[in-house]
């Protein structure tokens, strides 16, 4: 999977113009791959920026980890294999599509368009609706006319469209912008409605006409051709580019390779020579691709030894606790317990009575089988480790708050805590967060110290110095 990287790392590191700036587990690191990451790593966002040496150390214990992923051989799993895939060919597949590929596509959008449109172009309308309801009763559809007939009888006296439309009008859409419908072309309304509003000419208004949503009165506004394709060519371009039509162009492309090829190349194969190709000539791709694949091998290896590792390991967690109690004391006590409601008083006790013989982390589920089940809610609790602030009803109640001011939960009138007042933590549990990344930090300092132990890395101080300092 990485024989495309190296490979194209081992064309650049040869280049005069891009000496060796390091070397680290027996890989040659050229100048440009420092670059790369560095600057990305340092820009002008970033708030705690590092100089090219202080980067360094940082940027070896990457290089080492990734080594250890590489020498673990996760980058030949099939999770691995699957999702840096992915990643390279959303990079890679966009490449296959020309500017004019883009042009031919948008000249098929516009054909299709003309074609739909026909040789009757596009009317501007207006119109006024009188809905008639299905199957409605011969009195209500004589309504609906006699309605109809006197808007017309008044338009015809000179009464204003656009007012009677914005005031009248049953098209709730319409009616808001005095009864404008826009540019229509043939196949886009029913029959009815289109053969009366093509019949007319520019500013003319018609008879009422039936159609399966009513009466209408149609007022034609203007009549043209679809304009040239340079006219609408930025907007089809936009609109294609919006809707992933690179991808959709790419992928047909690389579907007809697949099949010229007879068998002799998997798709896989072929955006893999694709990749090799862009790495030999484009520095940003090549990098780019190269981190991910790089990242995703960091990733999971992190994950092994440090992330997953602390997280999950409850030993080693309570073990370093145990070890570091000191680091985690508190300004002041903390009130491990719940916040709760109720419905009837009875429920205070048969709440207490329920947890006090339970572990802590056990209390959730014990009061939702004993007082929400079956759809039915006796209960509204809120529990945790809290100090003074974080909860009206505990500040009010255990820290004994004169102002604390606490807010009704409708529905459940009663209100009562239960738990304890500790001063300062008591295992693990009580500063979890605090703990896993101590313990993270600790499990990352002796896996990169063993690193070292293990790896061997030189650096040349003499092209150290010329980062960013090169024509």
């Known amino acids: 999977m990485a024989a495309w990287l190296l490979n194209a790392l081992t064309i650049t590191a040869q280049t005069a113009s891009d000496p060796i700036i390091m070397t680290v587990a027996g890989t040659a690191v050229p100048r440009s791959e420092f670059e790369y990451s560095y600057n990305k790593n340092n820009t002008d966002g970033v708030i705690d920026k590092k100089s090219v040496e202080e980067y360094v150390d940082l940027f070896v214990n ?31 597949l966009p490449t296959l599509v020309t500017d004019d590929d883009m042009l031919a596509e948008a000249h098929k959008v516009y054909d299709q368009t003309v074609e ?28 609906a006319k006699v309605r109809i007939d006197s808007i017309y009888g008044a338009l015809k006296a000179g009464a204003d469209f656009e007012k009677l439309a914005k005031d009248l009008s049953q098209d709730p859409g319409s009616a808001r912008r005095g009864g404008l419908l826009g540019w229509v072309s043939r196949n886009q309304t029913v ?12 500013g003319e208004m018609s008879k009422p006409v039936l159609s399966p949503f009513g ?53 896989d194969q072929l955006l893999a020579q694709r990749a090799d190709s862009l790495a030999d000539v484009d520095m940003s791709m090549r990098y780019l691709i190269k981190e991910y694949h790089d990242g995703l091998l960091l990733y999971e290896i992190s994950n092994q030894h440090v992330w997953d590792k602390a997280a999950k390991d409850e030993a080693a967690l309570d073990n370093y606790f145990k070890k570091n109690k000191s680091k985690y004391k508190w300004d002041e006590p903390r009130f491990k317990g719940m916040a709760y409601h109720v419905k009837v008083q009875s429920d205070v006790k048969a709440v207490a009575d329920c947890v006090k013989k339970l572990k802590f982390d056990d209390w959730n589920e014990a009061l939702r089988k004993t007082f929400n089940n079956d759809s039915i809610l006796r209960i509204r609790v809120e529990k945790g480790l809290f100090k003074k602030g974080d909860n009206k009803l505990i500040d009010r109640e255990v820290f004994k708050v004169a102002d604390a001011k606490v807010d009704s939960v409708k529905g459940f009138p009663i209100d009562a805590t239960y738990g304890k007042l500790i001063k300062a933590p008591q295992s693990y549990a009580d500063v979890r967060g605090l703990v896993t990344a101590d313990l993270q930090d600790e499990l990352e300092r002796e896996w990169v110290a063993e690193l070292r132990r293990r790896y061997t890395f030189t650096v040349n101080e003499d092209v150290l110095k010329t980062v960013n300092k090169h024509e």
Request: glycine fraction near 4%; hydrophobic fraction near 40%; charged fraction near 30%.
């Open 215 to 267: 009466w209408h009165i149609i007022l034609m506004k203007e009549r043209k051709q679809f304009e040239p394709f340079d006219f609408h060519k930025d907007n089809i371009l936009k609109f294609l580019e919006q809707r992933g039509a690179r991808n959709s162009i790419a992928d047909q492309k690389i579907n007809a390779m697949v099949k010229s090829a007879d068998g002799a190349l998997t798709r």
């Open 191 to 202: 029959k009815e409605f289109e053969d009366a509003a093509f019949a007319l000419q520019p």
């Open 62 to 92: 990457y290089k080492m980890k990734v080594k250890a992923a590489l020498d673990a051989r996760i980058d030949t799993t099939q999770a691995f294999l699957t999702e840096f895939a992915q990643y390279r060919d959303q990079q890679v």
């Open 116 to 143: 739909s449109i026909g040789p009757d172009g596009l009317i501007s309308l207006a119109h006024i609706l009188i809905r008639i309801p299905q199957k409605a009763s011969e009195d209500v559809q004589q309504q």
